[in-house]
């Protein structure tokens, strides 16, 4: 039972982070960066 | 609802579901096949979403976007990864590492690659702990060096998914390349060839998309659960294990990707996969006892 509250807290917990990204507009910066061709990746840069 | 879902992750279904949830999530993180006609890559709103898998997002098929390209450029410009730590903990939680053995299509390669018929090797354990060394590594210098050193000089998924694919289909790139491309090409040989012989090399040794998720195997809903009533330590489920790993030693061992082939390779039905209360992967026959189990 303690194991499974501790579960459900640490779910919230990651939930909240997640929601507190969103709202800085996190998804946003993650898409501009996908967006780009990675140099980095390929071998190039 | 229990019963429906005991019928339908029971025991007999599970590897079926398993290689159809692989080949499905692979169909849909990289589905972008309009790169056939135009060669460029996807580019587009589904890039904002990231799953924790390592699947490089420059890969020209590639919807998503990959965690540790994601994380690394997140250390570049000095920013707290909110929505990345929220993604993975929120999944961690639930699942564990249980997308290592459902969704990442790497994972999906090694294990096609592992079928090949041959001499097959052990990997020592303690070379598992090279994956922490490589999370740690790529923190530290890519904090350090302001660069994406993981992508730039290691991941052999980039040079695989995006590396080869852009350098066939765009002439303009080949002049470009430089000898860290050589290093990378020469890794993802090396890594491809392990993979015929070797249980997930690049999962066990090197991930540290997994090195991360791993932890989550100690909290998650999702869990492995050993009978030790029933267990007669034949070690069966190490040998099924795509990870090399002995379910009956530690359920929430930290390599456990949660792919249910023990549950389906045990002889007596002692390990079952439970999500807390709800059994799924729920033993549908009569589990054959040891004498000793019912005797006494």
């Known amino acids: ?45 | 609802m229990h019963s429906f879902m005991n019928k339908f992750f029971s025991r007999n279904n599970l590897p079926q579901l398993n290689w159809f949830g692989r080949i499905f999530s692979f169909l849909m993180i990289n589905g972008y096949w309009g790169v056939i006609k135009n060669p460029t890559f996807y580019q587009g709103p589904l890039k904002g979403i990231t799953l924790p898998v390592l699947n490089c997002y420059s890969c020209p098929l590639a919807y998503t976007s990959c965690p540790i390209g994601l994380m690394q450029h997140f250390l570049e410009i000095r920013l707290i990864p909110y929505y990345l730590i929220g993604v993975i903990s929120t999944i961690g939680v639930v699942f564990g590492r249980a997308t290592c053995g459902w969704i990442c299509p790497f994972g999906l390669l090694q294990d096609i690659l592992y079928k090949i018929p041959g001499r097959k090797l052990q990997i020592p354990h303690k070379l598992y702990y090279m994956k922490y060394l490589s999370l740690l590594v790529t923190i530290v210098l890519s904090i350090w060096m302001i660069s994406p050193v993981f992508c730039k000089y290691f991941c052999p998924v980039g040079t695989l998914e995006a590396g080869l694919p852009h350098i066939i289909w765009v002439p303009e790139f080949r002049p470009l390349l430089t000898w860290i491309f050589g290093i990378k090409f020469a890794l993802m040989i090396i890594f491809l060839l392990l993979f015929v012989f070797t249980k997930r090399p690049f999962c066990t040794t090197s991930c540290p998309m997994g090195a991360i998720l791993g932890g989550f195997n100690k909290v998650s809903f999702l869990q492995m659960h050993v009978s030790a009533y029933k267990c007669t330590k034949c070690d069966i489920c190490r040998e099924v294990c795509p990870m090399d790993i002995s379910i009956w030693k530690n359920p929430k061992d930290l390599d456990c990707i949660r792919c249910g082939r023990c549950v389906v390779g045990c002889p007596v039905n002692a390990i079952e996969m439970t999500f807390r209360s709800v059994k799924i992967a729920k033993l549908n026959v009569n589990p054959i006892l040891r004498e000793s189990d019912t005797q006494g």
């Open chain 1, 1 to 45: 039972m303690k194991k499974r509250i501790g579960a459900l807290i640490l779910l919230l917990i990651s939930i909240a982070i997640l929601l507190i990204g969103i709202k800085m507009g996190q998804i946003e910066e993650t898409s501009n960066k996908g967006n780009l061709i990675c140099l980095d990746c390929i071998g190039i840069a």
